[in-house]
């Protein structure tokens, strides 16, 4: 069985749903996974903030606007009299859905519970165009058997067999449509894999089923060795590792949510990045395969905030890291690039929730720098260090360019360097100039 993702553009109108067909319509047996219509997603998070403020009025309107664009696309998806009067049915209850939340108290499960709303709406609109098109298709339920646990981590048991059972209720069909996204908690209200969190359902399911292939549709056609939006001749590379496609997608490669790799690393399976406007493109695979030397590609993550923090007191320098990380550790805030002297550290984080807690614990034993506004710009390959001159081709690359803060060692795929974010253009210029 295979899964395979398409993200927001590839339903986000009634001609991206048809031609959506032609790429699934195959005699392997499949799992489609889809996300909601581009747009819908961010649509629901603005009528969830108007819920939020009491603004019922300005969530009625917003409501609204929606359905009307829902309205627009099924007149354009469907051909017959009958699938349309479905479709519009669907669209009427999940929109009176939403208009009741406009009386009640809002918290966030009724947020949840708004923004799962565009997933269940593509997948329920899809399965109905196929099912006028005369392919036969079972609609599975994702808040049947996709659950996160106490930590938010998926319960990759209980989606393991749950998933299991409910595939085998047909032994006789072969193409599944289920929704991104969207799961239940551990106390089974319905929640969500955050933003961009389709990818991650998909490399789950796979893991889950033993696929033997995921593949992951978006508009681009596979990873880039460089930001497209900012850098002229960018190339889509081939071959990645999951530890180098892991690195990328932390470090701003849009195209993937930043841990989707690790359930299908952790079975083995191959993930496909491929490109719905180009479908013969060959696009990214990436495995437990490492291939080629050097520097493969180049990421940028932006809004990152360093903290560089110094020990009053030399003699306590062996219990010094471990005072500083438990700070972090309590406030769950993740550190992403790190490096050290005898007494002092620089760190940097892009959490920044309770930065101010953060700084007045350290003060008590340490004097503390913030500095805001910067951006990671992270160099992924290949980099054993038996081979020379890596580091002299990308710091020669650099080298009219200030840096903050080097990482260099800490896995054979990674180099990492902090910079004003103000450079942050120059910089991923400079680097496809000097490396590729
Ligand atoms: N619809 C969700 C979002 O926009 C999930 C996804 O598209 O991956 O974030
Ligand atoms: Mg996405």
């Known amino acids: 069985m295979r899964v395979l993702k398409f993200g927001g553009t590839s339903v986000g109108s009634a001609e991206r749903m048809q031609a959506l067909v032609s790429l699934i319509n195959d005699d392997v047996p499949k799992i489609v996974v889809l996300s909601a219509m581009s747009g819908t997603t961010n649509h629901l998070v603005e009528i969830a903030n108007a819920l939020y403020a009491k603004e019922n009025d300005k969530a009625k309107h917003l409501i609204d606007a929606l359905e009307k664009k829902y309205f627009d696309?099924?007149?354009?998806?469907?051909?017959?009299?009958?699938?349309?009067?479905?479709?519009?049915?669907?669209?009427?209850?999940?929109?009176?859905?939403?208009?009741?939340?406009?009386?009640?108290?809002?918290?966030?499960?009724?947020?949840?519970?708004?923004?799962?709303?565009?997933?269940?709406?593509?997948?329920?609109?899809?399965?109905?165009?196929?099912?006028?098109?005369?392919?036969?298709?079972?609609?599975?339920?994702?808040?049947?058997?996709?659950?996160?646990?106490?930590?938010?981590?998926?319960?990759?048991?209980?989606?393991?067999?749950?998933?299991?059972?409910?595939?085998?209720?047909?032994?006789?069909?072969?193409?599944?449509?289920?929704?991104?996204?969207?799961?239940?908690?551990?106390?089974?209200?319905?929640?969500?894999?955050?933003?961009?969190?389709?990818?991650?359902?998909?490399?789950?399911?796979?893991?889950?089923?033993?696929?033997?292939?995921?593949?992951?549709?978006?508009?681009?056609?596979?990873?880039?060795?460089?930001?497209?939006?900012?850098?002229?001749?960018?190339?889509?590379?081939?071959?990645?590792?999951?530890?180098?496609?892991?690195?990328?997608?932390?470090?701003?490669?849009?195209?993937?949510?930043?841990?989707?790799?690790?359930?299908?690393?952790?079975?083995?399976?191959?993930?496909?990045?491929?490109?719905?406007?180009?479908?013969?493109?060959?696009?990214?695979?990436?495995?437990?395969?490492?291939?080629?030397?050097?520097?493969?590609?180049?990421?940028?993550?932006?809004?990152?905030?360093?903290?560089?923090?110094?020990?009053?007191?030399?003699?306590?320098?062996?219990?010094?890291?471990?005072?500083?990380?438990?700070?972090?550790?309590?406030?769950?805030t993740p550190i992403d690039m790190i490096t050290t002297s005898e007494v002092a550290v620089s760190l940097t984080i892009d959490n920044t929730t309770n930065l101010d807690a953060i700084t007045n614990e350290l003060k008590e034993f340490c004097s503390v720098k913030t500095e805001k506004d910067l951006t990671i710009v992270c160099i992924v390959g290949n980099f054993t260090a038996e081979k020379q001159g890596y580091a002299f081709k990308i710091f020669d690359a650099l080298k009219n360019i200030p840096i903050r803060m080097i990482s260099y060692g800490g896995s054979p795929n990674n180099v990492s360097i902090l910079v004003d974010s103000k450079l942050k253009k120059d910089t991923l210029v400079a680097l496809n100039k000097g490396l590729f």
């Open 73 to 332: 696309v099924i007149k354009q998806l469907y051909k017959s009299e009958n699938s349309l009067t479905k479709a519009k049915e669907l669209i009427e209850s999940h929109f009176n859905y939403l208009r009741s939340f406009t009386m009640d108290m809002f918290t966030v499960n009724e947020e949840r519970a708004i923004l799962a709303q565009g997933e269940l709406l593509s997948t329920a609109m899809f399965h109905y165009h196929l099912e006028e098109i005369n392919i036969d298709s079972v609609l599975l339920p994702a808040l049947n058997f996709m659950r996160i646990d106490e930590n938010e981590e998926p319960d990759m048991k209980y989606i393991e067999q749950n998933a299991k059972t409910e595939l085998a209720n047909y032994p006789n069909k072969k193409l599944f449509i289920t929704q991104g996204y969207i799961c239940r908690n551990a106390f089974g209200e319905i929640d969500n894999l955050k933003r961009g969190g389709s990818d991650y359902t998909a490399t789950i399911i796979g893991a889950a089923i033993q696929s033997d292939e995921i593949q992951i549709w978006t508009d681009i056609d596979g990873m880039h060795n460089n930001d497209p939006r900012i850098v002229d001749k960018t190339h889509p590379i081939a071959e990645l590792s999951f530890d180098e496609a892991a690195e990328l997608a932390y470090f701003g490669a849009k195209i993937l949510h930043p841990t989707c790799i690790l359930p299908a690393q952790m079975r083995n399976i191959p993930v496909r990045l491929l490109n719905t406007m180009q479908p013969q493109a060959k696009g990214t695979v990436i495995t437990s395969k490492s291939t080629g030397d050097g520097t493969k590609a180049v990421a940028a993550k932006d809004g990152i905030t360093a903290i560089s923090i110094k020990s009053g007191r030399m003699l306590l320098a062996y219990g010094f890291l471990r005072a500083v990380f438990e700070i972090f550790e309590r406030y769950k």
